[in-house]
């Protein structure tokens, strides 16, 4: 299941220097691992700042290429010639309608939810993720997935060339299971939930010696989300926000893009400023936001029961860091209800046209709580991250949206049907100003 790899792939411009554990500080080479052998805590790549610091500037990383691929020397891989499939480097919207919605000013979208090639955020890992497999010599790469991350690895693998095996819940949405397998990977559907999922894929990838990019490949993987955090400085007019909010799965792509706006201050390409960081979770599947609501600093795992089964992880990886991170930057954890998610889904789609899965409702719900609760200065520079497509989880919004008026071919009836759609749009409103 393993090959060499030449030295024609490989670059001395790699500017990481191996793993280290997050809790005990305990240092490892680059290897296919992810937990600390003496501690079990979670392994995280180590850059050499000192040397990133004097081969990046804005203006290289501005010519560079359209892809997360620019911020190539702020990746975890060794090869000039990475699989970019052109992922990255999405919009960044000025919300105006919907900012005006809910009573701020400055409000942005991240909108990953049409990233290349699968629709979702989880594209930026994915290919960060089977960059570093194939140089590790993985020919067969897998994942354990909520959907959009078996999506992700089954289309970018098939583009690389590598075998895929994935691993995903029995009830997932049926787009995201379409999504899939139009990429004719090996899909295992297992009769439990993610973190069920998760377990078998730790014991699979001990006995297979396959790449697992959310397991054995994962402190590689997890570098991806980073660049969610430089593209919005570069978009920004090389400046920090004053405010993210994200949604919370497993915690890592928050504290991933916290790392990002770290690394750009740290090696001078952006002026440093507090940013304070929001997350947001489903109560159906909320151990992170409980944990910041009760002030722990311990995970307690639930059983997934929501509608958002892209963020249904129980037992979050880096729940722990996520808390820590939204209390030391003064920001806030909130949950909200499958309504609550239904509803932000359309608002979203109203006010600004995006049409998102739930965890991007997940995370409109959250900063209209955010707002309503005092949490959110009016005058901040907000950015809401969206992290996937709501073609995705169509499932979410049947029977809550309006139905098409079904007319005859003739103008009569096409005046009697118009005047019924503006008599229900004048009962909404005054719905709404009640």
Known sequence: MTQAITPTQRTTAATFTGLKCKECGAEYEAKAMHVC????GPLEVVYDYSALSRVVTREKIQNGP????????????ETDTPIDVGTGMTPLLKANRLARRLGIKNLYIKNDAV????????DRVVSVALTRAREL?????SCASTGNLANSTAAIAAHAGLDCCVFIPADLEAGKVLGTLIYAPTVMAVQGNYDQVNRLCSEVANTHGWGFVNINL????????KTLGYEVIEQLGWQLPDHIVAPLASGSLFTKIYKGFQEFVKVGLVEGKDVRFSGAQAEGCSPIAQAYREDRDFITPVKPNTIAKSIAIGNPADGVYAVEIARKTNGAIESVTDAEIVDGIKLLAETEGIFTETAGGTTIATLKKLVEAGKIDPDETTVAYITGNGLKTQEAVQGYIGEPLTIEPRLDSFERALERAQTLDRLEWQQVLV
């Open 37 to 40: 052998e003496l501690c079990f």
């Open 218 to 225: 994962r402190p590689y993987y997890s570098e991806g989300s």
């Open 66 to 77: 359209k892809s997360i691929w620019r911020y190539r020397p702020f990746l975890p891989v």
């Open 137 to 141: 010599g993985f020919t067969t790469v």
């Open 115 to 122: 990233n290349m090639p699968t629709l979702s955020f989880k």
